[in-house]
């Protein structure tokens, strides 16, 4: 009998909970919601004798199929509302029955924010891995804004499980787009904050398509907060330096327009500069993320790559909803992985994808 | 081999379509929508080959598994917008492929209405008959308001179709309410009008709990206004006698008071006695259906009985949407079937369940 040598996992710790919490929060961009419930059910977990495993992705068979897991709906009532703890799992037993396979690994749909822990918790209860990966390296506000469904995977069926013991099979949607609207309005009527596991993957697809090694890039990015901290160093400066990440900008808010409409955040804030940018003036516009800065008027920054409001106290993330009048904040960005800015991709995640028609995507990293 | 006998199938022609449609109008009791586009597409089935079978619900074996299937959504969008045609089909084959069985006959949920023609087309694409029988004996606006749900049937998994292509399966519903509630919401965001069949019954339960050869009864209550007015007779004295029934009112709408919520049509129509009720007055209360008929301020008929709305001219049932001010109307009042006047049928169909908690069921043919 062939015996194919073991993958090495990642069994995590409670630290690295901790500073995946951080980092995952950095890497929302402003949006994904807080991670700190599912950070509190992880460790729940560990405590509760489960495993919380992290595979390389470039460890897994390409004949096996692995699911993505995350959560749906609005983050507040994610936020506000406890999960029954299992709808992840039950929403991966349930594709399994549809389909008749059995899942080797669960993937993580959104590194950015509160789905940074769904997976591992449901991979526990399975007794699987997760791999370290992701599918949008950030954070984004809709489901076919990830790279698996921009590079051609079909997300039907998939399975949606609530915290009430419901479950809905999306069975087959005529289009992503069709998917995305038809699981949204079932996630509403289970009360606004679901579970959902996506059809299958090849391991081959996952290899090529998927975001690599984000895992260990947010909770490096969290354990780089923690120990400037510890340090009394500048955690912001630790941010920057651990992505090779820029600081464009540190400012005080000084105006602040943001309404809630269709279950998203949409808003504008305005910075007056401080310290090395005194003087300056800095804009971020809000979608659920921050998606464009600009300095004294002209377009800097823009979405996908990543745009993030740091606490300059403390290093970390201010999500778009937690933004206030008079809060002192570095504005990081970073430039968004390949496989976000390829034609087909800047289609889909791109700033005319929310609706910016009169502003262009440019590089971070090329002069405008 | 055992060789048992084939039940007879009462293969339908064109002219018991034409019948159905009046029939099932008139047992929609105000509402069920209109079965005018149903009535083309069986038709349109039949010229192309298609056989539209009915058999005798005491046929079928115990242990075969039926499937019941119908529209769900707002009538007014199911009688606009034109079905793709072979919803009904998927919605089936959906579910036996995730049960991995195979049905044998189809069943209607509600005969009064546009859902008395859905189940023939399914099953004539199939190849199967459907059971001359059905789960309400008239119409109601929900679907947990069904025989086979009362009496213990969990619709779950059920499969929806939409004209687009797209299937939803509510795979668990923790309650029929549950169940409801997301069939609800997923057939909005398939656009308003979908088509849903419920999780297999054993011949042995639709034997017990469904109410029978109602096909029979539409389609002879049809025939009979039709041969009433072939021979210049009274059309509804025709369907009063056909059905036993009581004409309890006849006069001309007065006051009509509607409103749209949530997909139901409310409201109260006052009507102004004629010929033998000249100085009574009558009224109806509505929701979809017509659920309270009042004499003179005394309430007289009562859901879960039947209370019909005819034009006194042709004998046809007037749609609580159709009703307009001036019309001269005669108001039929059926016996409910016995399956709708339990205790437990009554918690769901009786007048406390629609929010009249002043009002109590008696049934007509009791003294008041």
Redesign the interface.
Known sequence: MANKSQPKLWVLTEEDIDALEIGSAILGTGGGGNPYIGKLRAKQAMREGLKLQIMDVDDVDDDALVVSVGGIGAPVVGYERLKEGREGLRCLR?LED?LNFNAVAVVCEEIGGQNSMEPLITAALAGLPVLDCDGMGRAFPEMQMVTFSIYGHRTT?S?LCDL???????????SEL?HE??A???T???GGASVLASAPMKGSFVKQYAIKHTYTQAIALGRAVLKARAEFRDPVAAVAEQEKGKVVFTGKIQDLKRHLSKGFVFGEAHLNGIDAYEGDEGSIVIQNENLIFRRNGKVEVVVPDLIIVLDVETGEAITTEMLQYGQRVAILALPAPELLKTPEALEVVGPRAFGFDDVEYIPMSVER
């Open positions: 349930t549809r069926p399975a009430h013991g419901n479950t809905v099979i999306i069975d087959h949607a005529v069709w609207r038809m949204r309005a079932a509403v009527s289970q």
